[in-house]
């Protein structure tokens, strides 16, 4: 096998054409883009689901949990005690002998339910959250009232 090795003198006097021919690579290029412009919204569609619809779980809350109560004038209420209502100062308190209770017992802490008023300003319950954090709590839930329509779990 051989290779005919021309100088670039040579090659200009016989008319050889010794430039890339760049028409070739434009070709491809422009298909490549018309292909991923095709493909990429099919490929970012998201995947089809169907969700649950929304349904009201009740929820027991066992008597080792603390139900906090929140009314729309940002009183505290633990367990319903309606006497009269606790700041947060009290209510860390409280928590904390909660806790210390629970460990002395070989238990995990309690939940903590918060029930808030559908009026009261979230500060209010934003505050009971800050304080559930301080003292370590892991379980904070809020509890609802359904909806007067909807029937309860079977």
């Known amino acids: 096998m051989s290779v005919n090795v021309m100088n670039a003198a040579k090659a200009e006097e016989e008319g ?3 430039t890339i021919n760049t028409t070739p690579l434009v070709d491809v290029m422009l298909v ?3 292909i991923f412009l095709v493909t990429i919204p099919v490929a970012a569609k998201l995947v089809p689901l169907t969700l649950p619809p ?3 779980i009740a929820t027991v809350t066992k008597p080792e949990n603390i139900v906090i109560h929140v009314d729309k004038d940002e009183n505290m209420y633990i367990n319903g005690e309606t006497t009269q209502p606790i700041d947060i100062p009290n ?3 409280r928590l904390i002998q909660a806790e210390i209770a629970a460990n002395a017992a070989g238990k995990l802490f309690p939940e903590v339910h918060i029930r808030g008023d559908k009026d009261v300003r979230f500060e209010a319950v934003g505050k009971v959250i800050a304080v559930c954090q301080q003292v370590g709590i892991l379980k904070v839930g809020f509890l609802t009232q359904p909806p007067p329509n909807e029937l309860p779990p079977a």
Request: hydrophobic share 40%.
């Open 32 to 34: 490549l883009l018309i």
């Open 16 to 18: 050889l054409n010794t």
């Open 91 to 93: 209510l860390k308190y």
């Open 54 to 56: 929304y349904r009201n």
